[in-house]
């Protein structure tokens, strides 16, 4: 049983300064999720993984840009660059990310007609990673977590994770945020905290 669990979400080339959808800063979390990662026995990591004809992505929406907003199978969702497509270098980890010590990871975003920024269910909550059962079978009780991107899968992971009942505390300094509409990062924290979200 561990009674603690670190997620470390989407710490990919893409999401880091030269990547399709670089995250500003991403690449400075890396030391500090490497230093935090000794506090836990139980780590996993959380991939986006998109097929190339995903619905997110602007390039499959003739007339559209990343950063338009449509509608996908009925849920409202942001235009993206193409990024972290399966078997690409840009949805692979950051080499400098210590991955000895992730018993698992859990792959998102994998169905082309719905999104997934949550590591744990797809935006529509149809469908689940496995995660969900994997901290219950470990008898998680407390999770924490670090990642790109704030606003995005960071936060809704975190949300997710409360609903579910668990204790959930975000580290601000192991996360770096879009900001595609100022402030986003702030207002993230906030609606995490609103909740009972212990950002620290
Ligand atoms: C993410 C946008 C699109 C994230 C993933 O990891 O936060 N954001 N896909
Ligand atoms: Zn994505």
Known sequence: MHSKALIIVDVQYDFI???ALAVPGGDEIIPVINQLSPEFDLIVATQ?????NHGSFASNHPGQSPGDIISLNGLTQILWP???VQN???AAFVKELDMSRVSRVFQKGTDSGIDSYSGLFDNGHKKDTGL???LRENGVKDV????LATDYCVKFTALD????????HVYREGCRGVNLFPGDV??????MQRVGISVE
């Open 17 to 19: 300064p030269g990547g």
């Open 48 to 52: 986006d993984w998109h097929p190339g």
């Open 82 to 84: 193409d990024h972290c």
């Open 88 to 90: 690409t270098p840009g």
């Open 132 to 134: 969900a059962d994997f």
């Open 144 to 147: 924490f977590l670090a990642g």
């Open 161 to 168: 994770a409360r609903s579910l009942g668990y204790t959930v």
């Open 186 to 191: 702030e207002q993230a924290f906030r609606a």
